[in-house]
C-alpha cells in the first residue's frame, strides 16, 4: 500500500517509528515531513499528506501532533478526505469499517508508542463494510461537494 505520513515537531519520534513499522510491513511510505524537532505549522503537513491522499497517489495518510486533532481538522479541509482521530481499538477499526477514513491521526502525547503500532495496523487492517453507513458517508460527500460549489460561486 502508498501511504503518505507526516508529522509536526511533537511527534516527530512517533512518526519515526511509525514510519519504519510500515516499511517493515512492506508499504511504500512516503514521509512528508518533519524531519527535525524546529516547530513548524502543523496545517501545512495536514494538507500536504492530504492532497496526496485526495489526488490517489496514496491509498491512505497518517498524520501526528500533540493531540492528533489539529491534524484532523486540517486534514478535512480538503475535499474528497475524511480524517479521523484514532487513540483507542475501537475508535481505529471504526474510522475505515463505518466512515471510511482514508487519514488517521494521532496524539504523541496521548497514546503511548505500543498502543500507536497497534491501532495502526488495526486501522490498515479494516475495510470499509458498506451497509448502513453508506449512505452517512455518501451524504458527508454531497454536502462537501455542494458546499464547495457553494463558496466557489460566491468567491
Same mark, same amino acid.
Given at each position: 500500500?502508498?501511504?503518505? %505520513? =507526516?508529522?509536526?515537531? !511533537? @511527534?516527530?519520534?512517533?512518526?519515526? &517509528?511509525?514510519?519504519?513499522?510500515?516499511? *517493515?510491513?512492506?508499504?511504500?511510505?512516503?514521509?512528508?515531513?518533519?524531519?527535525?524537532?524546529?516547530?513548524?505549522?502543523?496545517?501545512d503537513i495536514a494538507v500536504a499528506v492530504s492532497q496526496a491522499v485526495a489526488d490517489?497517489?496514496?491509498?491512505?495518510?497518517?498524520?501526528?501532533?500533540?493531540?492528533? %486533532? =489539529?491534524?484532523?481538522? !486540517? @486534514?478535512?479541509?480538503?475535499?474528497? &478526505?475524511?480524517?479521523?482521530?484514532?487513540? *483507542?481499538?475501537?475508535?481505529?477499526?471504526?474510522?475505515?469499517?463505518?466512515?471510511?477514513?482514508?487519514?488517521?491521526?494521532?496524539?504523541?502525547?496521548?497514546?503511548?508508542?505500543?498502543?500507536?503500532?497497534?491501532?495502526?495496523?488495526?486501522?490498515?487492517?479494516?475495510?470499509?463494510?458498506?451497509?448502513g453507513s453508506t449512505a452517512k458517508v455518501e451524504k458527508i460527500m454531497t454536502w462537501e461537494r455542494d458546499?464547495?460549489?457553494?463558496?466557489?460561486?460566491?468567491?
Amino acid at each position: 500500500m502508498d501511504i503518505a %505520513i =507526516g508529522c509536526d515537531e !511533537a @511527534a516527530l519520534d512517533l512518526k519515526n &517509528i511509525i514510519k519504519q513499522q510500515l516499511m *517493515d510491513l512492506g508499504h511504500h511510505v512516503d514521509d512528508f515531513g518533519v524531519n527535525d524537532h524546529k516547530p513548524v505549522l502543523y496545517p501545512d503537513i495536514a494538507v500536504a499528506v492530504s492532497q496526496a491522499v485526495a489526488d490517489g497517489s496514496h491509498e491512505r495518510g497518517i498524520l501526528m501532533c500533540g493531540t492528533g %486533532i =489539529g491534524m484532523a481538522i !486540517a @486534514a478535512n479541509k480538503v475535499p474528497g &478526505i475524511r480524517a479521523a482521530t484514532c487513540h *483507542d481499538s475501537y475508535s481505529a477499526q471504526r474510522a475505515r469499517k463505518s466512515n471510511n477514513a482514508q487519514i488517521m491521526t494521532m496524539g504523541s502525547r496521548v497514546i503511548g508508542i505500543e498502543l500507536a503500532i497497534n491501532l495502526v495496523d488495526i486501522w490498515l487492517d479494516s475495510d470499509f463494510q458498506g451497509g448502513g453507513s453508506t449512505a452517512k458517508v455518501e451524504k458527508i460527500m454531497t454536502w462537501e461537494r455542494d458546499l464547495h460549489a457553494l463558496h466557489q460561486k460566491e468567491g
